[in-house]
């Protein structure tokens, strides 16, 4: 079944929704200009400000102190490393040699009275003299540069134990903070989610809706943007309990509309067919048998291979009859006939007035 909505119609709901999205965005923009221009309330707090200050600043400077005195001592450690590994190849070396030129030499002259074993030896001997010493300095450069890596180690826990001590207030503040602000952005949030509820309940119908829309678009938008990522949390606690309250008030509300939705239906299927159809709107009657559904008890059509559906099976309700001048089937609810154009006066609306759109 063809769209029983005009296509200007269809347009202007669109053009609609255009405006209604674009409304939102100004106002959107003016609450984040209001947001931003007023009063500060979620400054940055750091530990440090619950720290002894004087206390602070003093470990502190030691640290810095001790810091610059790393870098000469770590330099120091290298060089004597080097230096110690210099040594120990010129030993190597020169003991290989002196080796080589004892297995090889031809004299038949004591070794120990020799001037040339003697030079050579006192010679292997200030070079292990050396290596021994570039040892020491390197375990001595070592020792002193652990000494001062303590001691930074040592501050750095004291500042540490000074945070950690710290930390009670602090989380104390942020959760103050945190309240402040929240309890802030829900004063002005709050009018705004009251506000929207009322256009909704009231205002769907009226011709300014698509304004209305909007604001409610901005509503939502302040909702979720501005209040819910600030709502405090308390290790979930505060947020599931919100979601349980908003989901329990959601739910009374919801089952609430249905229940006046069934007995207002109850009502209207007690009533006359004739009165129910003049109750029914045109455009919902022709979009509601469009999606097989009942416009006058919103059930399903039931349809049977080879049977005509011409009434609900649910409400009695006539829904499509053979036209009087040219037996084609029409939906009771068509103004005219289908086929030859024949006005249905059974059912026209002599005061009908076009739905307000969407």
Not at 2 to 28: D, H, N
Not at 284 to 301: F, V, W
Request: glycine content about 4%; aromatic content about 10%.
């Amino acid at each position: 079944m063809a769209k029983s909505t005009r296509r200007p119609q269809q347009l202007y709901s669109i053009v609609m929704w255009i405006l209604s999205v674009i409304f939102a965005g100004f106002l959107i923009g003016l609450g984040g200009l209001v947001i931003k221009d007023l009063p500060r309330m979620d400054r940055t707090i750091m530990v440090e400000d619950f720290i002894d200050a004087d206390k602070l600043q003093a470990l502190r400077g030691e640290e810095r102190q001790l810091e610059n005195q790393l870098t000469p001592l770590r330099r120091a450690s290298e060089d004597a490393f080097e230096a110690q590994t210099s040594a120990r190849a010129d030993y190597r070396s020169a003991k290989s040699n002196f080796d080589n030129w004892i297995s090889t030499r031809t004299a038949t002259e004591s070794a120990a009275t020799n001037p040339e074993v003697l030079r050579r030896t006192r010679e292997l001997e200030t070079l292990a003299a050396r290596s021994r010493t570039s040892e020491r300095l390197v375990a001595d450069a070592q020792t002193a540069l652990r000494e001062r890596e303590r001691e930074v180690a040592d501050i750095r826990s004291d500042i540490q134990t000074l945070r950690s001590e710290a930390q009670p207030q602090y989380r104390s503040a942020i959760r103050s903070r945190d309240l402040r602000v929240f309890g802030f952005r829900l004063m002005l949030t709050l009018p705004l989610l009251l506000a929207a509820a009322w256009m909704i309940a009231k205002k769907r119908g009226s011709a300014y809706w698509p304004l209305y829309r909007g604001f409610v678009l901005f509503s939502l938008f302040a909702f979720f943007v501005e209040l819910v990522p600030y709502l405090p949390s308390y290790g979930g606690y505060v947020r599931y309990t919100v979601g349980i309250i908003a989901v329990a008030v959601a739910g009374y509300f919801l089952i609430k509309q249905m229940r006046k939705y069934l007995a207002r239906k109850q009502l209207e299927e007690a009533r006359s067919e004739a009165e129910r159809r003049k109750s029914i709107d045109y455009e919902t009657a022709l979009k509601k048998i469009a999606a097989k559904t009942c416009p006058g008890c919103d059930r399903s059509i039931v349809t049977r291979d080879g049977v005509n559906t011409d009434y609900c099976v649910h409400c009695g309700i006539h829904l499509q009859r053979q036209c009087p001048s040219c037996d084609t089937r029409n939906v009771t609810f068509y103004r005219y006939c289908l086929c030859c154009g024949t006005e249905n006066e059974e059912l026209v609306k002599p005061n009908a007035v076009p739905p307000t759109p969407a």
